[in-house]
């Protein structure tokens, strides 16, 4: 049976991990890394929940519920593990940066791949 947990980082408390679900995690952390610009300023952390929402299944997400807490937990462990970066601005702006920062494809996750 694969496992359906993932443990994740907290850039606020180094060395403390939590275990999250796999399917919600993959999908916000795509659909964050794929709004998310590569350098700074960034995006506030609102423009970029609106921008992500229509990328996240609606199977994982019915109508966005959760997503500002699943937001929060990925950009804290991408935050801890140097893929996204802090502006050094207020409000709080993110932006890709680093290993595993790479742009995913912005097309939703429910949707299936076409292999050709």
């Known amino acids: 049976m694969p496992d359906d947990k993932i443990e994740i ?3 606020n408390t180094p060395g403390r991990t939590e275990r ?4 919600k995690y993959a999908a916000m952390r795509e659909a964050l890394l794929a709004v998310l610009p590569s350098e700074a300023p960034g995006l506030k952390v609102a423009d970029a929940k609106q921008a992500l929402l229509p990328l996240l299944p609606d199977s ?3 109508q966005g519920k959760t997503a500002g807490w699943w937001l929060k937990a990925v950009q804290l462990d991408l935050e801890a ?3 996204v970066k802090r502006a050094p601005r207020t409000p ?3 932006y890709r940066h680093g290993p595993g920062a790479a742009r995913p494809s912005t097309r939703p996750a429910s949707r299936p791949r076409t292999v050709r």
């Not at 999250?20 to 399917?23: F, G, L, M, N």
Request: charged share 25%; glycine share 6%.
């Open 20 to 23: 999250v679900d796999r399917a």
């Open 60 to 62: 994982l997400f019915p």
């Open 9 to 11: 980082e907290n850039v």
């Open 92 to 94: 709080v702006h993110l």
């Open 81 to 83: 593990k140097g893929v």
